[in-house]
């Protein structure tokens, strides 16, 4: 299995501009979870799916964060606008069941820079 | 309030010596505990489950887990400078699929 794929790994946008970022989790894994890690605030939780419906998007910063699970084995992160503190490293991670018991796969995480 | 607390470190250990990082945490009914390594500009990865008290093995890790107490530690056992990284604690919560992450212990193991 190839893990869970986030593209891209990289992205530098300037302020105002809409910015994608995507995720491919396991095959077979009906858990999908979005995280954002900087230095001060450490790892959080965007939004978790379960059987690609958004279970809790409580942690979505704002109206400027959105995301989509058109299937299951697809899932985009959106930001639009963009801004210099939405600067972090993003990460996807997947799991197979809904519970906490469950270990979560992370992918590579994509790292995004506001100007 | 933080739910899960970890000491920041930098922790320093010698080559070869046993390392120990610990983990705090405040939800009395939390059932679920990880430990995962995160390698500088890499993404966590899982070291140890554990869900039982007492002490869980794998290898030159150690879990353990005093539900009493509310802490949860891991130890490792001739420590090696591949071992230096960031240990993260995480707990479940209530919510079943949640997990609170520690803000992690930097870990250097020095030759």
């Known amino acids: 299995d190839a893990g869970v794929i986030q593209s891209p790994r990289h992205e530098v946008t300037e302020m105002g501009q809409e910015v994608t970022l995507r995720c491919k989790p396991i095959s077979g894994h009906n858990s999908l979870f979005w995280y954002r890690q900087t230095m001060m605030r450490g790892l959080e939780l965007l939004i978790y799916?379960?059987?690609?419906?958004?279970?809790?998007d409580s942690g979505m910063p704002e109206d400027r964060f959105s995301a989509k699970m058109p299937n299951a084995s697809f899932s985009t992160l959106k930001i639009q606008p963009s801004e210099p503190r939405d600067s972090a490293v993003y990460f996807c991670?997947?799991?197979?069941?809904?519970?906490?018991?469950?270990?979560?796969?992370f992918g590579a995480g994509s790292r995004l820079t506001v100007l | 309030q933080k739910e899960v607390e970890q000491n920041s470190g930098p922790l320093s250990v010698p080559e070869g010596a046993i390392a120990s990082l610990n983990c705090t945490y405040s939800d009395r009914g939390s059932q679920s505990f990880f430990w995962y390594r995160q390698y500088s500009g890499k993404s966590p990865e899982l070291i140890m489950s554990?869900?039982s008290n007492g002490d869980k093995e794998d290898g030159r890790f150690t879990a353990q887990l005093n539900k009493a107490s509310q802490y949860v530690s891991l130890l490792i056992r001739d420590s090696q400078p591949s071992d230096s990284a960031t240990y993260l604690c995480a707990v479940n919560t209530r919510s079943n699929y949640q997990l609170i992450w520690g803000a992690g212990t930097k870990l250097i193991i020095k030759p």
């Open positions: 799916f379960n059987n690609n419906v958004p279970i809790d």
């Open positions: 554990i869900y």
């Open positions: 991670a997947s799991s197979l069941g809904d519970s906490g018991a469950n270990v979560l796969t």
